[in-house]
Structures are given as structure tokens and as C-alpha cells.
């Protein structure tokens, strides 16, 4: 697998899996019906924030991350990314792969931190994926997310000191 940085060429691979993901209302606070143009602006994200794409040996987008400050002023120390993966390529490292570039990427470009502000508390593969690469919850905000199945569930803040 390689990641590397995306282009706007590789929006139509991602744009399917993003779709479906979004559109299942499990794991992201995007609205389930985010038109392509919106999401497009959402997640291709410009500069200094930076997106990039996971490919199989094909060439094969097998999922995508972006990254960006956690706020602006005197928050911009502070990084933070998200991920989507295609679900045909769960289970082959691709979610680890990305968040370990991101991290990477965030210490060269001198961030003192990583911080997710919304993971959804039932997105347990995630949860465990962050917290054995060095996340801790710093807290959860009980009932912020309507997962369409587990009913009212938290949103847990977790960082990484980088």
C-alpha cells in the first residue's frame, strides 16, 4: 500500500466509499445526504491543510484522509484528520496506515498535538485503532451523536501529544 498526496483527479474514486459511508450515518456528523459538491469541499480540503489517498499496487484508492489545524489563532498548534476507508478494503491496515502518516505529517509540520473532536463512541474499531496509537480520551460528550441504530450515543474527544 502507498499513500500518498491526493489530487482532484482522485475525487471520483473517492467520492463512491465517502458517499456510502456519510450516507450510513454511523461514524460522521456530515449530514447523510451531503450533495457530491459539498462533500467534495468538505473533505478535499486546500492547503495548509493537506488530503491524501491509500492505493493498493493497481492504483486502487482504498481510502483517504485529511488533515488540517484543529482550529485557527492560537489553537493552530493543535492538528486533527479524519479517514475514511473504502469498506471493500476493511480489515488490511489501510485506517492504521493513514493515521500514522497523518501523525507523521503532523509532528514534520511542527504540531504539538493531534486532536479528533467528534469520534463516535460506537465506532469501537476506530477507538481502539487511536488509543493503541497513543490517543487518549480526554473526554465524551454524552448523547451528541443519533447513530441510526444505537440511538443517542457520545461523541469522545481524543488527542495525541505529538
Known amino acids: 500500500m502507498l499513500i500518498r498526496e491526493a ?16 450516507a450510513a450515518g ?13 462533500a467534495r469541499s468538505l ?8 488530503v491524501t489517498v491509500a ?3 493497481e492504483g486502487t484508492v482504498l481510502g483517504s484522509a ?15 484528520a ?6 471493500k478494503a476493511s480489515g488490511r491496515g489501510v485506517g492504521r496506515g493513514l493515521v500514522e502518516e497523518s501523525l507523521a505529517w503532523a509532528r514534520e509540520a511542527g504540531f504539538r498535538a ?3 473532536n467528534a469520534v463516535v463512541e460506537t465506532n469501537v474499531h476506530a477507538v481502539k485503532l487511536y488509543l493503541a496509537l497513543g490517543f487518549t480520551v480526554v ?3 454524552p448523547e451528541a451523536f443519533h447513530h441510526p441504530t444505537e440511538g443517542y450515543t457520545g461523541l469522545h474527544v481524543m488527542r495525541a501529544a505529538l
Open 114 to 116: 493531534m486532536q479528533y
Open 82 to 87: 479524519s479517514y475514511m476507508v473504502d469498506p
Open 139 to 141: 473526554g465524551t460528550v
Open 55 to 57: 492505493v493498493d499496487d
Open 26 to 38: 454511523e461514524t460522521f456528523t456530515y449530514d447523510t445526504d451531503t450533495p457530491e459538491p459539498e
Open 66 to 80: 485529511k488533515m488540517y489545524r484543529n482550529q485557527g489563532g492560537n489553537g493552530a498548534h493543535v492538528a486533527s
Open 43 to 50: 473533505w478535499m480540503v486546500p492547503a495548509p491543510g493537506r
Open 7 to 22: 489530487t482532484i483527479e482522485d475525487w471520483p474514486a473517492v467520492w463512491p466509499f465517502l458517499q456510502r459511508i456519510v
